[in-house]
C-alpha cells in the first residue's frame, strides 16, 4: 500500500473563531511564528479573508515571509448578509461554525488536504486552534499532532468561565428571586466576593441555564482542558493569581505571551509598524486632527467591532461627552446604532461637536491610542482594546457590553486601578462626571497606575521578559512535537486515502 516514511516540516495551522478581535490576535501570533522560521497556514472563513484583504495591507505585509505562510479558507456557513455583530448575532455564529465549518474542518485535516500534491507544504503538524472552536482540538489528538487552544480573553475571564459550573452547583447561578446585582459571588476561585453578580460575564444573567450561548461558553471552556497547551493573550505581571491557577487546575503548558501587539513589534525589532488587521479601513485623517489637540487632552471612545447600541444610548453618550467641556476622538462604526429610529442629530448637538470632538468610522486605534494628545479611553474593554490602552498608559472610562467585557472593566478598575467602570449605566449625567473624574479629578492617581502598568507590559515582551521567554518556550515545544509527529506518521501516496494507523 504506498506508504512511506517521511521527514515533515514544522507546520502550524493557524485557525481563528470568524470574529475581528479573534482573527486580529492570532495573525499577530502567525507572524511571531513566521518570525522565527515557522511555516503557517491560516485559515479563516471565506468572509472574513474577502475583508481582511480588502481592507489591510495584510497581503503586503506578509509578502515579507515568502514561502512561511499561506491564507487558506473555509465556510462560516452564515448567509453572504448576515450582519456578524451584535450580541444576537454571535449566538447564530457560534451554532454555524460547529454546523457547517466543524465537519469540513474534519474533512479537510483527515484527507490532508492542505498538503496534498504540494511539494512546498508538507502536512501540518501542529494546530493552534481558537478557544471556541475546540472541535479542532479534537482533530488534532486523532490524526495525532499537536494542539494548543488560543484564547483570545484575559486569564481572569477565562477562570472566571471555567467556574461556571461550580458557580451552578453552589447555587450562584442562575441568579434566583429579587436580583441585587452587587451581591457578591463566592465562588470563582482566587476572586471570592471581588466579582459581583453584574461582573460575571453577560451570558451569567440569562436566568435559563441551558440557554445555548451559556451552555457553549460552559463546554468550550472546559474542553480547552484537553489540548497540549494553552495560549493566553496576556502578561504575567498583570494576571498571575489567574494565571497560576489555570496551570494549577485546567492546562500546565500554560503561555501567557501578551500583548502580542506590542511583542511582534518588539521582535520586528520595534522599527516595523504592527499592521491592524481590522476588517474595516482605518481612517487616518483622525491622526492629523489629534495633531492639532493639546497633550493629553482628547479622549478617545471606541465600541470595538460588535457592540451595538440604541439612538438614545448614543445621545448619551454625546451629551455626556460634549457637557463635559473635554476634547473627544469617536469611532462611531456605520453598523452601531440598532432600531429604525432614524430622527437626526439634533443640530444643536452637532454645533456643540465641531471643534471639540471628531468622528470618524474606524480608527487606526493602536496608533491613536500611543498618540501624545489621547488622555483617556472610553471603551467597551474588549480584551484586545484593553491589552493596547495598557500598554499606552492611557486610562480608561469602562462600558462593557457583554461577554468578557463584564470581567475586564472589574479587574481594570478594581484590581488594575486603571480607570473607571460604569458598567450597566448610561446617562450623560454619569457620562459627563467619568470623563471628568479620569481626565481632572482621579487623573494623578490613574496616571500613576498606567504608566507602571505600561512599563510592566513592556518589559514582559522585551528580551528576557515573562511573555518573551514564554513564546520561545512555545515555540521550541512546536519544533519537538512536531519533530515526534513526523517520526510516527505515516503519510501516504496522494493516491491511497488517508489512514490513521501509526507507525
Ligand atoms: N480597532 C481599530 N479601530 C477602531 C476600533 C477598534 O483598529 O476604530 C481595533 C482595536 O485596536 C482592537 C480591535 O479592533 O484591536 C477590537 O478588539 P477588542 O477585543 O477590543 O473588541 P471586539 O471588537 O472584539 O469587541
Known sequence: MGCKKKVLAVHVLVFPFPAQSHVSSMLKFAELLCLENLKVTFLNSHYIHDRLFRCTDVEARFANYPGLIRFKTIPDGLPEDHPRCGHDRFREMFESTRAVTKPLFRE?????????????WSPVTCIVADGVMSFAIDVAKDIGIMSVAFRTISASCYRAYFSIPRLIEAGELPFQGNVDMDMPIEHVPGMEGFLRRRDLPGFCRSSNLADPILQFV???????????????????DLEAPALAHIRTHIIPN??????????????LGGKTAVSLYTLWEADRNCLTWLDTQPSKSVVYVSFGSAVVMTRDQLLEFWYGLVNSKKRFLWVMRPDLVTGKDETPIPAELLERTSGVGCLVDWAPQEEVLGHRAI??????????ST????????????????ADQMVNSR????????GVDMKDLCNRGIVEKMVNDLMVE????FVRSADEMARLARESVSRGGSSFCKLDRLIKDIRINSQRASKTSIIFDVNYPFNLNRS
Open 108 to 120: 479537510m485535516m483527515v484527507s490532508g488536504e492542505l498538503s496534498l500534491g504540494s511539494s512546498t
Open 218 to 236: 460552559i463546554s468550550e471552556s472546559q474542553h480547552n482542558a484537553r489540548a497540549d497547551a494553552l495560549i493566553v493573550n496576556t502578561f504575567e
Open 254 to 267: 500554560t503561555y501567557a505571551i501578551g500583548p502580542l501587539h506590542s511583542h511582534l513589534q518588539t521582535r
Open 375 to 384: 488622555g483617556g479611553f472610553l471603551t467597551h474593554s474588549g480584551w484586545n
Open 387 to 402: 491589552l493596547e490602552s495598557i500598554v499606552a498608559g492611557v486610562p480608561m472610562i469602562c462600558w462593557p457590553y457583554f
Open 411 to 418: 479587574f481594570v478598575s478594581e484590581a488594575w486601578k486603571l
Open 442 to 445: 482621579r487623573r494623578e492617581e
